[in-house]
């Protein structure tokens, strides 16, 4: 059971350049989300998709797109790089079925922007 | 907005020290209060709390949760250098969402 798994693990991109971070869960999980983490400002939700076949805006969706593959995916698209972007991003997964929501986390992806 | 404040924001304590790690939410459409370890790495869940369960426990660490006046606190007693790490809080909402805290760096020395 590997739990949330994350590719790549570090990224470099330039200023303009496209890149989609892959994340896949094996807990048969319901929901998934995308978090990005900048110093000192916690986990803001970037995007985040309920059940497979749906996706919705979290606080920061500017810049980024998301695509819910199956059930088991949930990929992270930046279109056009931006040094603001320069982050590290955390997929997570939980089970939804009922009112309390643990949510696991993947091992993270290091993305920077020049 | 959903806010969740943490206090402090860092927090420098000696190897078998008490310390308690506090945090503040907004009380619509509350549903549970999770706390979150974090080292060089993903956040590890450590508990959740909700209407039906206002304290936790697990060995050296507790929490709980004053619906009342809308906080939680984390307790780390005889704190261990493997206790240092961020300290994450998070507020879950009816809409299934959690919303973090900035958290809170603690750093153990020896």
């Known amino acids: 059971n590997a739990g949330v798994t994350q590719t790549p693990k570090f990224q470099v991109l330039k200023t303009g350049q496209s890149m989609t971070l892959q994340c896949a869960q094996d807990?048969?999980?319901?929901?998934m989300y995308w978090y990005r983490q900048d110093p000192g400002m916690g986990l803001r939700l970037i995007y985040y998709s309920a059940s497979e076949g749906t996706t919705d805006k979290g606080e920061v969706p500017n810049g980024y797109n998301v695509s819910r593959l199956n059930k088991r995916e949930f990929s992270l698209r930046l279109e056009s790089a931006a040094p603001s972007q320069t982050s590290v991003y955390f997929c997570?997964?939980?089970?939804?079925?009922?009112?309390?929501?643990?949510?696991?986390f993947g091992p993270g992806t290091r993305l920077t922007v020049l | 907005e959903d806010k969740v404040v943490q206090s402090p924001l860092s927090l420098v304590v000696h190897e078998g020290d008490t310390v308690t790690l506090n945090c503040s939410y907004e009380v619509t459409n509350f549903r549970s209060l999770l706390w979150y370890k974090q080292e060089k790495k993903a956040p590890t869940f450590l508990f959740m709390l909700?209407?039906?369960?206002i304290e936790k426990k697990s060995g050296r660490l507790s929490s709980i949760l004053d619906k009342k006046e809308l906080f939680s606190i984390l307790n780390i007693t005889a704190t261990q250098t493997g206790d240092s790490a961020v300290y994450l809080c998070a507020r879950g909402g009816s809409n299934y969402k959690l919303t973090f805290g900035k958290g809170t760096l603690l750093t153990v020395n020896p």
């Open positions: 807990m048969n999980h319901n929901s």
């Open positions: 997570a997964s939980d089970i939804r079925d009922r009112s309390y929501n643990e949510q696991f």
């Open positions: 909700t209407s039906s369960g």
